[in-house]
């Protein structure tokens, strides 16, 4: 699925999520459900900066932030990341967070069948019936 769709189907089943980006490793964006450009870069690097400052914060352990939401009186603002991909999205105020990262990171899972090729079909050969 591309990151448009994928970001379609977010916001059809997540009444929470009022804005998303997704993010490429290199911090490119993929998709949004902003109309405007401006707005789309803000929100994909203040994720970005966001995942940055947390990450700095953590001791060297071999761990890797995957997930954080930042609280927000307006509303929160949620990333998560899977593998490769990032995924920031704002909701409305006191949003249900186990919920919103069920739905982010159902989201960035649906991209990976994007990759894979599809399963190629064996056929097999009947052999000719005697007659």
């Known amino acids: 699925m ?9 916001t059809e089943i997540s009444s ?11 911090g490119s964006v993929l ?3 902003l109309d405007d450009d401006a707005r789309t ?3 994909a690097r203040a994720g970005a900066e966001l995942l940055e400052a947390v990450s700095a914060g953590i001791p060297h352990t071999g761990r890797e932030v995957t997930q954080l939401e930042a609280a927000l009186r307006e509303g929160s603002v949620f990333v998560a990341r899977d593998g490769a991909r990032s995924i920031v999205a704002t909701t409305t105020p006191h949003p249900t967070s ?12 649906s991209l990976e069948t994007e990759e894979k090729p599809p ?5 097999t050969k009947k052999a000719p019936a005697d007659a």
């Open 98 to 109: 186990g919920l919103v990262f069920y739905d982010l990171k159902t989201c960035l899972r």
């Open 16 to 26: 929470q999520v009022e804005a998303a980006v997704v993010l490429d490793a290199d």
């Open 31 to 33: 998709g949004s459900t």
């Open 41 to 43: 870069e803000r929100l």
């Open 2 to 10: 591309d990151a448009v769709s994928a970001l379609a189907d977010l």
């Open 119 to 123: 399963a190629r079909r064996r056929t």
